[in-house]
RNA sequence: UGGGCGAUCGACUAAUGGUAGGUCAAGUGCCUUUGGAGCACUUUGUCCAGGUUCGAAUCCUGGUCGCCCAGCCA
């Protein structure tokens, strides 16, 4: 999919929110901790699934605050379990880390370090520090114990060493099934943190992996593989996210009985959003139940679905950033999502007009026949975007919500009697109206004010309301896919008794309006470039378009303060 | 109820012993050739109880509440 390409608005400098990750590195810095050494991060995701909003956060702490004292940042992806991770996913994730805007140092795999991290393991073994365990699954869960009683030793625990490397050799030469056995580290049965009752540090695995195809058969846990691996690349500061912090002291133990370099795992908070759902296992569950169409879908909180919704890298930065980072678990407002959004599309978004559902209006006094070229602006917020010259003729189309035959009170729009202006081109005063036989409007009949052209009048007359229109004789069709949000609920979890997050999906998160007619411009609209469709809202082109049809998205609607007006007179 | 982490307007986040400030949301007004944008103003907050101090959101003690952990997932 193609990326905006077009960048002569300036990206705004943006004013990041203090916060403590910033502070901690910079102590770090200011007493050397880590001699000369450069700053270095790494973004590591599981290439399991597509990057969601909540990744955006990780990145721009990751590459942001590294560019910030001058270091590095790596992207490298966490392998380590081949039955979840797809080269697809692999590919996705480098495209959505380029699109919002940031380039790695270098491009890891955890995979890359299996032969060290086997290497280590053995080293481990030597030393006492490991063993291969032959309980089943289930009977190691029995030994864990529990929150509030400390687990039992395995009976495998006190194996001599030349056993354990023998087996552990085996287990690696593929001479055991899946399940029979585990590499685990030595630690405490009675620590009160689980992480630390002798973690599994290795897997037997019959699966080909998307890299390593079927070299290994024996699979690091997350846990054996993070820290050497952030050790590896001299990692200073590993950032994750605060369900981690158990696990730290298993992080450094690794580290520290390995006697590598010493990076430090630091936790943050993990980001929230109201009526979105951030868990990849769930967002995979609605691509693959086809509740919405793939992972890109527009209605998709994923940066791939983000971007084909038409929201922009610098607007999911800016609201990132705008965050900060802390240690309290809290979640935002949507609202504060699309702010951002609307802030910057507004600075960069191409108008144009377009009526979604039609009303033909016909000016009685406008010779039939005749096309006048009114000048409009490009982009009003940005002089340097131009003009281009617009058709206007007796008949026009105007959307069908600005006109009432009854105008409720503060109802500005067009009504019988009433005078408005036409956006760019003249005032005119609706005068009556054709309805079809049910009763329905079909035509509005106006009058104009020539002497209103550009849309002012010389007398000095004032309007209260200002409408966009089309000529109908100069439009394209094309069809509007108005999206709204995924789910209904503020927090998509939230079910009654026995109920399903699915129950909380939002049956109209998808409307469709299959012929609207847009201005002749817009038929120049590129992929990835934002538009405004006056009075109505921010759009984009969709892929799906293609040159007999044009298929726009609604990436978000404009602030609507008379439906605001008419939503609490009806209330 | 073991361990870890946290608690500031409705939401997010500053204030690092010295005026509780900013953004979103909500509301009011101004302005406007987008009822958009912009501008101005307003409402609402330091979890509770003690203590230290001239002075506490900040430090101490004790509560309360919330989140996370018992995958051969990450």
Same mark, same amino acid.
């Given at each position: 999919?193609?990326?905006?390409?077009?960048?002569?608005?300036?990206?705004?400098?943006?004013?990041?929110?203090?916060?403590?990750?910033?502070?901690?590195?910079?102590?770090?810095?200011?007493?050397?901790?880590?001699?000369?050494?450069?700053?270095?991060?790494?973004?590591?995701?599981?290439?399991?699934?597509?990057?969601?909003?909540?990744?955006?956060?990780?990145?721009?702490?990751?590459?942001?605050?590294?560019?910030?004292?001058?270091?590095?940042?790596?992207?490298?992806?966490?392998?380590?379990?081949?039955?979840?991770?797809?080269?697809?996913?692999?590919?996705?994730?480098?495209?959505?880390?380029?699109?919002?805007?940031?380039?790695?140092?270098?491009?890891?795999?955890?995979?890359?370090?299996?032969?060290?991290?086997?290497?280590?393991?053995?080293?481990?073994?030597?030393?006492?520090?490991?063993?291969?365990?032959?309980?089943?699954?289930?009977?190691?869960?029995?030994?864990?114990?529990?929150?509030?009683?400390?687990?039992?030793?395995?009976?495998?625990?006190?194996?001599?060493?030349?056993?354990?490397?023998?087996?552990?050799?085996?287990?690696?030469?593929?001479?055991?099934?899946?399940?029979?056995?585990?590499?685990?580290?030595?630690?405490?049965?009675?620590?009160?943190?689980?992480?630390?009752?002798?973690?599994?540090?290795?897997?037997?695995?019959?699966?080909?992996?998307?890299?390593?195809?079927?070299?290994?058969?024996?699979?690091?846990?997350?846990?054996?593989?993070?820290?050497?691996?952030?050790?590896?690349?001299?990692?200073?500061?590993?950032?994750?996210?605060?369900?981690?912090?158990?696990?730290?002291?298993?992080?450094?133990?690794?580290?520290?009985?390995?006697?590598?370099?010493?990076?430090?795992?630091?936790?943050?908070?993990?980001?929230?959003?109201?009526?979105?759902?951030?868990?990849?296992?769930?967002?995979?569950?609605?691509?693959?139940?086809?509740?919405?169409? $793939?992972?890109?879908?527009?209605?998709?909180? @994923?940066?791939?679905?983000?971007? +084909?919704? *038409?929201?922009? #890298?610098? =607007?999911?930065?800016?609201?990132?950033?705008?965050?900060?980072?802390?240690?309290?678990?809290?979640?935002?407002?949507?609202?504060?999502?699309?702010?951002?959004?609307?802030?910057?599309?507004?600075?960069?978004?191409?108008?144009?007009?377009?009526?979604?559902?039609?009303?033909?209006?016909?000016?009685?006094?406008?010779?039939?026949?005749?096309?006048?070229?009114?000048?409009?602006?490009?982009?009003?917020?940005?002089?340097?975007?131009?003009?281009?010259?617009?058709?206007?003729?007796?008949?026009?189309?105007?959307?069908?919500?600005?006109?009432?035959?009854?105008?409720?009170?503060?109802?500005?729009?067009?009504?019988?009697?009433?005078?408005?202006?036409?956006?760019?081109?003249?005032?005119?005063?609706?005068?009556?109206?054709?309805?079809?036989?049910? $009763?329905?409007?079909?035509?509005?009949?106006? @009058?104009?004010?020539?002497?209103? +052209?550009? *849309?002012?009048? #010389?007398? =000095?007359?004032?309007?209260?309301?200002?409408?966009?229109?089309?000529?109908?004789?100069?439009?394209?069709?094309?069809?509007?896919?108005?999206?709204?949000?995924?789910?209904?609920?503020?927090?998509?979890?939230?079910?009654?008794?026995?109920?399903?997050?699915?129950?909380?999906?939002?049956?109209?998160?998808?409307?469709?309006?299959?012929?609207?007619?847009?201005?002749?411009?817009?038929?120049?609209?590129?992929?990835?470039?934002?538009?405004?469709?006056?009075?109505?809202?921010?759009?984009?082109?969709?892929?799906?378009?293609?040159?007999?049809?044009?298929?726009?998205?609604?990436?978000?609607?404009?602030?609507?303060?008379?439906?605001?007006?008419?939503?609490?007179?009806?209330?």
């Amino acid at each position: 999919m193609a990326v905006h390409t077009d960048s002569h608005v300036e990206t705004p400098e943006i004013h990041s929110t203090p916060n403590f990750l910033r502070d901690m590195i910079a102590e770090d810095v200011r007493l050397k901790r880590y001699g000369n050494a450069v700053v270095q991060t790494r973004f590591p995701p599981e290439p399991n699934g597509y990057l969601h909003i909540g990744h955006a956060k990780a990145i721009c702490l990751d590459f942001g605050l590294a560019d910030e004292f001058g270091g590095k940042t790596n992207l490298r992806f966490d392998d380590t379990n081949p039955e979840k991770e797809e080269q697809e996913y692999v590919d996705s994730i480098q495209n959505d880390v380029r699109w919002l805007g940031f380039d790695w140092e270098r491009l890891c795999y955890a995979s890359d370090y299996f032969g060290q991290l086997y290497e280590w393991a053995i080293q481990l073994l030597r030393a006492g520090k490991a063993y291969v365990d032959d309980l089943s699954a289930d009977e190691i869960r029995q030994h864990r114990g529990t929150l509030t009683e400390p687990g039992r030793d395995s009976p495998y625990r006190n194996r001599a060493v030349e056993e354990n490397l023998d087996l552990f050799t085996r287990m690696k030469a593929g001479e055991f099934p899946d399940g029979s056995r585990v590499l685990r580290a030595k630690i405490d049965m009675a620590s009160p943190n689980i992480n630390m009752r002798d973690p599994i540090m290795y897997r037997i695995l019959h699966a080909e992996h998307h890299r390593t195809g079927n070299e290994w058969c024996i699979y690091p846990m997350y846990d054996y593989a993070h820290g050497q691996s952030d050790s590896i690349e001299n990692v200073t500061h590993s950032m994750c996210t605060l369900e981690f912090a158990d696990h730290r002291p298993l992080y450094r133990w690794f580290i520290e009985q390995l006697g590598i370099f010493p990076s430090q795992q630091i936790e943050f908070d993990r980001l929230n959003l109201t009526y979105t759902l951030l868990s990849k296992r769930k967002l995979l569950q609605l691509v693959q139940e086809g509740r919405v169409n $793939g992972w890109d879908d527009p209605r998709m909180p @994923t940066l791939s679905g983000f971007r +084909r919704r *038409g929201f922009t #890298p610098e =607007g999911i930065r800016s609201f990132v950033t705008s965050l900060g980072a802390t240690r309290t678990n809290g979640i935002i407002d949507f609202e504060m999502l699309e702010h951002l959004q609307r802030d910057d599309l507004n600075k960069r978004a191409t108008r144009g007009m377009a009526v979604l559902r039609p009303l033909k209006l016909v000016i009685d006094n406008f010779p039939e026949g005749q096309t006048e070229y009114v000048e409009v602006a490009n982009n009003p917020e940005d002089p340097a975007a131009g003009t281009r010259q617009v058709p206007f003729s007796r008949e026009l189309y105007i959307e069908r919500e600005d006109f009432r035959e009854v105008p409720p009170p503060k109802y500005y729009r067009l009504s019988p009697g009433k005078e408005v202006r036409l956006r760019n081109a003249y005032f005119v005063t609706a005068h009556s109206l054709v309805k079809d036989a049910v $009763g329905s409007v079909v035509e509005v009949h106006c @009058t104009y004010d020539p002497a209103s +052209r550009g *849309g002012n009048s #010389p007398d =000095g007359r004032k309007v209260k309301s200002t409408m966009h229109w089309v000529s109908a004789a100069h439009t394209i069709s094309a069809e509007v896919r108005l999206y709204d949000k995924l789910f209904s609920n503020p927090n998509p979890l939230h079910v009654p008794e026995g109920g399903s997050f699915l129950d909380n999906l939002n049956p109209n998160s998808l409307e469709v309006v299959s012929h609207a007619k847009l201005e002749l411009s817009l038929a120049e609209a590129k992929v990835g470039a934002p538009y405004q469709f006056e009075r109505v809202g921010y759009f984009c082109l969709d892929p799906d378009s293609t040159a007999e049809k044009l298929v726009f998205n609604r990436t978000l609607a404009l602030k609507d303060t008379w439906a605001r007006i008419e939503k609490k007179a009806g209330a």
